[in-house]
């Protein structure tokens, strides 16, 4: 759930060209996982999210750029990630006008939102309710924004009533995927209650 945060935030704020991104994004995590790096969080001092940016930051300093990378396809087992696909998005965001700290919250935001949107549409097919997620996906993700309820209506040959219902069946269940994964992620009560204000504007 952090990589593409994690990527973004290298190529932008440190300027580190692709490549050398991808060596870092995956050194990042390699530490992580064999120093238990994470383990050092203290929910008392702000959320794990900022606490990962900061152990990101450390990390480049610490590191002297790039000058001990791990080689690209050597013995580190690889991160099963779309890196070419968060590359393409950074196409349109070359610039940033906000701090990066609110960046780097920005872009956590989006890929959570973005996998539990992923999650929805295998759910639904897994269920048989392809009908709910397209419903779901024309009224809240179509980039022309969101049509009439009757106007979905007519689009796909169902009544008002169905298109009510269905979603609002693909509305439970998105936010019941974003919430499960929300928690997942989170070490408190209070910090999941606090970023699922951030996400959804209420406590869950």
Not at 32 to 37: F, G, I, K, Y
Not at 79 to 106: C, H, I, K, M
Not at 117 to 125: M, N, P
Request: charged fraction near 30%.
């Amino acid at each position: 759930m952090y990589w593409k945060p994690v990527y973004k935030y290298l190529r932008l704020r440190w300027r580190f060209s692709p490549e050398e991104t991808q060596d870092i994004t995956q050194d990042f995590f390699l530490k992580v996982v064999e120093r238990d790096l994470f383990a050092t969080y203290d929910p008392n001092k702000g959320r794990f999210r900022t606490f990962v940016r900061v152990c990101l930051d450390r990390f480049v300093v610490d590191r002297g750029r790039i000058a001990n990378a791990l080689k690209r396809g050597g013995n580190t087992p690889p991160l099963s990630v779309d890196f070419a696909r968060a590359e393409e998005e950074l196409t349109f965001a070359t610039e940033v006008n906000d701090p990066f700290d609110v960046f780097f919250d920005g872009e956590w935001m989006r890929h959570l939102l973005g996998l539990a949107v992923e999650k929805l549409e295998t759910e639904c097919s897994s269920k048989g309710k392809n009908l709910h997620y397209r419903i779901f996906e024309r009224f809240y993700l179509h980039p022309a924004g969101a049509p009439s309820y009757a106007e979905l209506a007519t689009e796909f040959a169902v009544s008002i009533t169905e298109i009510t219902n269905r979603l609002g069946f693909a509305r439970r269940e998105f936010r019941r995927v974003l919430l499960d994964s929300l928690r997942a992620i989170t070490a408190t009560d209070e910090e999941f209650r606090a970023e699922a204000r951030a996400l959804l504007g209420d406590t869950a």
